[in-house]
């Protein structure tokens, strides 16, 4: 943050070590000026006890003029208006504010009170966060009015429990439909009453709010009946709720600076225009909401509307991912379980969507809160630096090269960074940052003993780092780039992936294995969507920190399952007779054979000599096949019976026929698992679903060449390209796509790191020998 005014208004000696400046602010009417003084304090000290503020600045465009110890100082809407709200009538309130109370023109001051910035918090008997002022400003005229000349509405104060029955009562008993809308101030006092409802643990069936008829099926996709398109009511609060959480109404929730602003202090106060409440509600209603959702209130949670249950879940992940890293931070230092969440890399990976006006800060604003880092914040140093720094500081407190798995080529913006240090200053996407944290499953390095960041150093000629790496082989094949750019196109990338997986089968003719090289058999193709790694069961996982894990053999009926239901899967839209004998090949060596029956070689065959889809011979036979599955299924469920009609034209689509067989192949599953699971939102195929969604989304699939007679099939960045190198660094977390120098004198010893990746047979270690130095520039 900057002072807006270009000389300096801090005279008098600089500020001691342990010393900080405070806030007076003094009392006055709503409408009269705001008249401050500054203080000197030591930030231990008892005796001055301060509240902080946590807010965003905001444009530089509309500014506001204050009085600091008698001198006209310019500051931005967003701060005027916190102080404004916050200030008492009849009494001075004590805060301690970083744009007034640090000196953000001296670069040497600046550093020293960031690095004190944890201590500052921590210290503060609360901290406000302050969202916004609650206004629409887009009913109002460019030429707004002046905040001062707005009357102001009397605070309300909520708590989450039963002592905000005068307003919650009155909100559970309210009736909704289409009458005409709420003001903007009632919509603002809805939603606070919805969170106070659900932190109180409610069902939603008891918040007529969130009590929606549930859908008929047969409706598809149209979620509403005529009644409820013209449910105003209901829509202006979810859109109330929306502009609390979103950019531009409350770009708070965006900024780098909240998190340690909200993890570190013991008590906060959430403030939105005129109403207060103590995080703790925001917390429990996040935290009740996500159980009821996934337990007793599964069915209710289903009938909400798409569009408003995406407004709640977006409230719920907001809160919750401040909320764990605050019960992570309390924890005693000495719970070692915890400390992964506190690692300079996991800070950095888990914020890297917020915002900062300065790129650096997006490392200097998590520093307070990591965990045995000895980086500490310099504003004379420029971000390339910073960011450089910030890296191997990754990679030092790790003991590991997991940072590089976020030094991904296509996402950076800045051109003046080597490319194994991540661009901090880029978004980053979500599907990158599940990959990260899937990773931490892989053990590449198992079988090798870790050459840990002692080796890791810069070289001589520049922002070289010196690894030990081994390659595996030269990208031979790559598949077209998965992007988020709808489920058809989804579908069209996946196909395209499995005819090079086809191919990958026909290259990887087997040899002998030696001391040397294993050979990896070719791997289920499901196995390579979902990069062997699939969402877990919240259920049984919520002990777990991580949301992920490995697959095992009967995940390959979920996988069928996913392939003639999910509007994702290709497998459905009718593809030639060797691509449907390859896919049932899949399935078979991972899940039928697991269900009692023959080899999946056999089960592919058979289908293969059933002949032409057209005639009654062909109907006869298929008939004949499927009830022999059938028979060999161990379930005492099987019913399948010879009363199934089939009529020869719907069988000359092939997708249809391998849609029947699925069918028809598990009918002695269980009911419950077909008809229950696949509708839940934490079934196992909307799990398989998002987890090949999460593997692919901005990945391609490729082939890589390590000798004549074997080859290695995985995902990798989208900006890989034929040519590039399979590679393993020691200490890495998975394996690496790399690209050669272009110089010919440095084209064994200095490469480019492309990206991390997916490498079929190398994700568990390896016996292979052959370390190599190299340098990645």
């Known amino acids: 943050m900057r002072d807006l005014n270009s000389n300096s208004l801090y ?15 003094l009392p006055g009417e709503w409408s009269s000026n705001i008249q401050c003084n500054l203080l000197r ?24 003029h204050i009085y600091v110890d008698g001198k006209e100082r310019l500051i931005t809407k967003n701060l005027e208006t916190a102080l404004r709200r916050l200030r008492h009538l009849e009494k001075p309130l004590i805060l301690w504010v970083d744009a ?36 629409d400003h887009t009913n109002q005229r460019r030429n707004a009015r002046h905040l001062s000349k707005i009357t102001p509405s009397a605070p309300i104060h909520f708590h989450g429990t039963d002592l905000d029955d005068e307003f919650v009562g009155p909100f559970l008993e309210k009736s909704w439909g289409p009458t005409p809308p709420a003001t903007t101030l009632q919509r603002n006092l809805d939603v606070f009453c919805l969170l106070s409802a659900l932190a109180r643990n409610s069902h939603l069936h008891e918040i007529p709010l969130l009590d929606w008829p549930l859908p008929d099926r047969s409706l598809g996709d149209q979620r509403f009946s005529e009644g409820f398109q013209n449910d105003f009511q209901r829509l202006n609060v979810f859109e109330a709720m929306r502009r609390m959480m979103h950019a531009p109404w409350a770009p708070w929730w965006h900024r780098i600076w909240v998190v340690q602003e909200v993890v570190v202090p013991p008590r906060i106060t959430v403030v939105y225009g005129h109403l207060t409440a103590p995080w703790e509600m925001f917390a429990s209603a996040a935290e009740n909401y996500n159980l009821h959702c996934s337990t007793c209130c599964l069915k209710s949670a289903e ?33 070692i379980s915890q400390r992964h969440q506190r690692t300079l890399v996991s800070l950095l990976r888990r914020f890297r969507s917020r915002k900062a006006t300065d790129p650096r800060d997006k490392v200097f604003a998590l520093l307070a809160l990591a965990k045995d880092t000895s980086l500490r914040p310099n504003y004379f140093f420029n971000t390339a630096d910073v960011f450089i720094e910030a890296a191997l500081e990754s990679i030092r407190s790790t003991k590991s090269f997991s940072v590089l ?14 490319s194994w240090v991540p661009d901090w200053s880029a978004s980053g996407d979500p599907s990158e940052l599940s990959r990260v944290e899937a990773a931490q499953l892989y053990a590449c390095n198992a079988n090798q003993p870790l050459i840990y960041a002692p080796l890791a150093r810069l070289h001589p000629r520049g922002k070289l780092l010196g690894v030990e790496a081994m390659r595996f082989g030269t990208v031979e094949q790559v598949g077209d780039v998965m992007r988020a750019e709808g489920i058809s196109m989804f579908s069209d990338t996946l196909w395209n992936w499995t005819e090079v997986a086809l191919r990958f089968r026909e290259l990887n003719i087997s040899e002998p294995e030696t001391p040397q090289r294993e050979i990896p058999p070719p791997p289920p193709l499901w196995t390579v969507f979902c990069a062997d790694m699939l969402y877990a069961d919240p259920k049984t996982s ?40 390859s896919w049932l090949s899949d399935v078979g060596e991972s899940t039928l054979a697991t269900q009692g029956m023959k080899a999946a070689d056999e089960l592919a065959d058979r289908l293969a000599t059933l002949g032409d889809v057209s005639g009654r011979s062909f109907l006869d036979r298929f008939e004949s096949f499927v009830l022999s599955l059938d028979a060999r299924m161990e379930s005492k469920d099987s019913h399948l019976g010879r009363a199934i009609p089939f009529e020869g034209d719907k069988f000359t689509s092939a997708g249809f026929l391998i849609k029947s067989l699925c069918k028809a192949a598990y009918s002695s599953m269980h009911r419950w698992y077909i008809q229950e699971d696949l509708k839940g939102k934490e079934g196992l195929v909307a ?15 490729f082939v890589a060449r390590s000798s004549p007679f074997q080859c290695y099939i995985g995902l990798g960045p989208a900006n890989m390209e034929v ?30 790191l492309v990206g991390d990746c997916y490498a079929h047979g190398l994700m568990d270690g390896t016996n292979a020998t052959g370390w190599k130095r190299i340098c990645l520039e």
């Open 11 to 25: 005279p008098g000696e600089p500020l001691k070590p342990g010393q900080i400046r405070l806030l007076e602010l």
């Open 41 to 64: 304090a030591s930030v231990s000290s008892k005796t001055s006890p301060y509240q902080s503020l946590s807010y965003t600045w905001g444009s530089t465009w509309q500014q506001r």
């Open 100 to 135: 007034l109370c640090i000196n953000q023109d001296d670069n040497e001051e600046r550093s020293r009170q960031v690095q004190m910035m944890g201590d500052i918090y921590r210290s503060a008997t609360n901290v406000f966060i302050h969202l916004g002022d609650g206004i």
């Open 303 to 335: 009938s909400i509307p798409r569009d408003y249950s995406k407004v709640i879940q977006n409230f719920s992940r907001h809160v919750q991912d401040i909320s764990e890293l605050r019960a992570a931070y309390s924890l005693s230092e000495s719970d």
């Open 405 to 418: 798995a976020l030094s991904e080529m296509g996402l950076k913006f800045r051109q003046d960074l080597p």
């Open 542 to 581: 919520a002990s777990s920190s991580n949301k992920f894990r490995r697959t095992t053999a009967e995940d390959g009926l979920t996988f069928q399952l996913w392939a003639w239901t999910s509007e994702r899967s290709p497998f459905c839209k009718g593809f030639n007779h060797e691509k449907r004998k």
């Open 687 to 701: 799990r398989m679903d998002a987890s090949i969604a999460s593997a692919t989304m901005n990945r391609r699939i």
């Open 723 to 752: 040519g590039d190198q399979l590679m393993l660094l020691r200490g890495g977390t998975t394996p690496s796509i790399l690209r050669r120098s272009p110089t010919p004198e440095d084209n064994e010893r200095i490469l480019t």
